[in-house]
Nanobody, 120 residues
Framework: QVQLVESGGGLVQPGGSLRLPCAAS????????IRWYRQVSGKERELVAE????????KYDDSVKGRFTIIRDNGKDIAFLQMNNLKVEDTAVYFC?????????????WGQGTQVTVSS
């Protein structure tokens, strides 16, 4: 059974930090790029960070560059989103996504999401 489980969300003050784990099971983790998305109610889901399947490449949305870091450990089938210097506008539900594209097909697995609230 394929599973992606996020955790680590919660309430944090502006300027604070959170680390979101994304634990995977049921598929070959190292074959998949890992992406973190976030979504605010009523708005589209937006991609904030991604890391390639072997960790050689990382990309970040401009809004989080220099503050967020995406990490993965293929030996433990887990990825993390380290979020520092959090801002009120980072408040959202954060989703972990495992993505693999082969030829004309794409495979995506999603976690259930974890709420991050940045507020004083």
């Amino acid at each position: 059974q394929v599973q992606l489980v996020e955790s680590g969300g919660g309430l944090v003050q502006p300027g604070g930090s959170l680390r979101l784990p994304c634990a995977a099971s049921g598929f070959t983790f190292s074959w998949y790029d890992i992406r973190w998305y976030r979504q605010v109610s009523g708005k589209e889901r937006e991609l904030v960070a991604e890391i390639s399947n072997l960790g050689a490449s990382r990309k970040y949305d401009d809004s989080v560059k220099g503050r967020f870091t995406i990490i993965r450990d293929n030996g433990k089938d887990i990825a993390f989103l380290q979020m520092n210097n959090l801002k009120v506008e980072d408040t959202a539900v954060y989703f972990c996504n495992a993505h693999r594209a082969t030829g004309w097909e794409a495979e995506d697995y999603w976690g259930q999401g974890t709420q991050v609230t940045v507020s004083s």
